[in-house]
């Protein structure tokens, strides 16, 4: 596709650990390659560009000075707002990580948030929070949409950023911005293990004889029943498998503050 059927991309990366940029290129419907080289021009993203060092930083003004309003953000991570932001920095005129995202949303298209970090602040924000870490929804001053998850789905990155492009438009969300076709559905709900939950059947220590017969891990802390996601349904690693399937119980990754409210992870 030519440049201009591509809609111009600049990735973010705040305060985060880069899961979120590992799972979009782990997306397989369309592959990654497809993605950047038939749907998005991608302008700025620190883990997959070539550029480095002062070329990078001239890619990102001179992005935002060509496509002023028709590109997409995507923001990783989370915003440190503490000290004035001085807790992230980036770039050579040691920029905060506050000042950048206000910019450069000013003249996005749309602003997506990618993962929970940008969400909801993540295990940044988690107690005691020491650096003021916040949501880029409670940063910016326009609204946004929240793709959850640590990391989310590469399905629901790609899918977020495909239907911006088909149809001009962001999806329908939920009451915590999230996209409905993607959270509007519980884990709990479509958890192949939910037989056994509903037949009182639970995994009461790792590795149990009730373990290796795939029975319900809500007593080993599972919080499916409390989280919005589509894990069960879209699994992770080209559809391989996802936590409970793994064995381990959700963790509630997708939903605000998890790692205050849900934790500790292995008791109900
Ligand atoms: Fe990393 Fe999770 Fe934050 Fe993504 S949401 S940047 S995977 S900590
Ligand atoms: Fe629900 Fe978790 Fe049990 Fe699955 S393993 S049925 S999500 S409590
Ligand atoms: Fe996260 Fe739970 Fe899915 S921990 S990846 S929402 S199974």
Known sequence: AELSDRVPLIWLSLA??????????????????????????????????????????????????????????????????????????LGSKAETGMSLIKRVANDAAAVICVGTCSSFGGVQAARPNPTGAKSVGAVIDRPVINVAGCPPNPANITGTLMYYIMFGRLPALDMFNRPKWAYGARVHDNCERRGHFDAGEFVTEFGDDNAKQGYCLFKMGCKGPYTYNNCPTERFNAHTSWPVLAGHGCIGCSEPDFWDEMAYFEKP
């Open 16 to 89: 985060e650990c880069t899961g979120c940029s590992e799972s979009l290129t782990r997306t397989t419907t369309p592959d990654i390659s497809t993605l950047l080289f038939e749907h998005v021009s991608l302008e700025y993203q620190e883990v997959l560009m070539a550029a480095a060092g002062q070329q990078a930083e001239e890619n990102l003004e001179n992005a935002m000075k060509a496509y002023k309003g028709k590109y997409l953000l995507a923001a990783e991570g989370a915003v440190p707002t503490a000290n004035n932001g001085i807790y992230l920095t």
